[in-house]
Structure formats: structure tokens, C-alpha cells
């Protein structure tokens, strides 16, 4: 595609409830980083694949939050059992390499009530 | 300490002022990015730069690396500009962990 695609754009979900958000990089882009962006905040690195290797994760705050990246181009973040400091704007950014530019989604916006 | 400091932290000026927004950095980087994101709106690469100076229509952005500085000015300022500009870097250590980002400067154009 054209750009870097996620979703959902809006998530609301109950406490303790499990989400997964989407993110579909621009076709051939080898890197693939998900950041964590609370409100007011700076994004916050969560996780880094190169094609199909989950090659970081220190990012990630808790063993309930798992990414995955199967086939080196969609790729998914799942949260089990939310709470309420889950709540933030998830952004997925791709790269054909790390060091140059990066192409940026809209976000997802998850809100746990 | 954050390893980006952006400053100010929030500016509004009047339309057709000079901007300027700054950032420092505490690591040793391979480049730095600036964006711009827009209430409820995705984030945009302005510039990627490692040295010197880069302009874009009215956006102008300069980096020192002795200095560990850079600037993002704005010429003709316009209330279209208003947005959340953040400085990120990329580390020189050769680690996956992509940008740090610095929090962000919060900019107000009025007409």
C-alpha cells in the first residue's frame, strides 16, 4: 500500500478484556517498530521485527503484551487482560532500513474503561 | 534524565512569526528525525538529517553534532502549522531499539 495502515483507528475495551491491533507496513519495508505513546507523552519504543524476527522487545512493559509478525509483513499487537495504564496511541512505523526514513500509521487509539 | 530534551514545551506565537524549536540529545546518534503530529492525526517526517542544515518550503532544520543540537525553525509562521513537533534520534550503537523520541513541543498559531 501507499502507506503504513492500522487498526483499529479507535479502541475502547473493558478492563481485563484482550485486544489486538493491526498494522500493514509498506509493501517490501524489511523494519517494522511499534511504539507506545501516552498522552502528552513522546512515543516510547515497544518492540522492533526485521522481516519476520522479533529482534527487540525490551520495550514491551509486561508479559501481557505479545507482538507478532508471521510472514515478514502484517503485524499484530496483542494486549491480554488490559488495564487501565494500557491506555494510550499505539503507532506502528516501518522502514526499508532503520537508519533511513521512517513511514508512520495514524495510530490506534485504545482506551480501557 | 530524558536522552531528548526538547524545548520549549509549549509556544504559541502569532501567524507570520519566526519559530524555533530546539533539541538536544545526550547520545552519541547516527541521525535525527523531525516530525510533526497533528491532533488525532498520524505522525509525518519532516527531516532526517546526521549534519548541516535541510529546508523544505517555509521548514528549516540544522543539527550540530559537536554540540548535540538541533533546531527546527519555522519562517512566515501559519495557523495550518499548528501540531506537536518531536525531535527523535536514532543511536550510533548499532541497537534494533529504532527512534527515542523526545516529548514533543506543542505549537499554537494565531491568526
Known amino acids: 500500500g501507499a502507506g503504513v495502515s492500522q487498526s483499529p483507528r479507535y479502541k475502547v475495551a473493558k478492563r481485563g478484556q484482550d485486544v489486538a491491533l493491526r498494522c500493514d507496513p509498506i509493501s517490501g519495508h524489511v523494519s517494522l517498530f511499534w511504539y507506545q505513546q501516552a498522552l502528552g507523552q513522546g512515543p516510547e519504543f515497544l518492540t522492533y521485527?526485521?522481516?519476520?524476527?522479533?529482534?527487540?522487545k525490551s520495550g514491551l512493559p509486561s508479559d501481557r503484551f505479545f507482538a507478532e509478525r508471521p510472514e515478514g509483513s502484517v503485524s499484530t499487537l496483542k494486549i491480554q487482560r488490559t488495564q487501565q495504564e494500557d491506555s494510550a496511541v499505539y503507532l506502528c512505523?516501518?522502514?526499508?532500513?532503520?537508519?533511513?526514513?521512517?513511514?508512520f500509521g495514524s495510530g490506534t487509539r485504545l482506551t480501557v474503561v | 534524565k530524558n536522552e531528548v530534551e526538547q524545548s520549549p514545551q509549549n509556544l504559541t506565537a502569532q501567524e507570520g512569526e519566526f519559530i524555533t524549536i530546539n533539541c538536544s540529545y545526550s547520545?552519541?546518534?547516527?541521525?535525527l528525525h523531525w516530525l510533526q503530529q497533528h491532533p488525532g492525526g498520524g505522525i509525518v517526517s519532516l527531516f532526517m538529517?546526521?549534519?548541516g542544515k535541510k529546508k523544505h518550503g517555509r521548514l528549516i532544520a540544522t543539527i550540530n553534532i559537536q554540540e548535540k543540537h538541533s533546531s527546527l525553525h519555522i519562517t512566515a509562521s501559519h495557523p495550518r502549522d499548528s501540531a506537536v513537533y518531536i525531535c527523535a534520534v536514532i543511536g550510533s550503537g548499532g541497537g534494533a531499539d529504532g527512534l527515542t523520541f523526545g516529548k514533543g513541543t506543542h505549537l499554537i498559531i494565531q491568526p
Open positions: 521485527f526485521q522481516n519476520e524476527a522479533q529482534l527487540d
Open positions: 547520545v552519541g546518534i547516527s541521525a
Open positions: 512505523a516501518s522502514s526499508s532500513d532503520r537508519n533511513y526514513g521512517y513511514t
Open positions: 538529517l546526521s549534519s
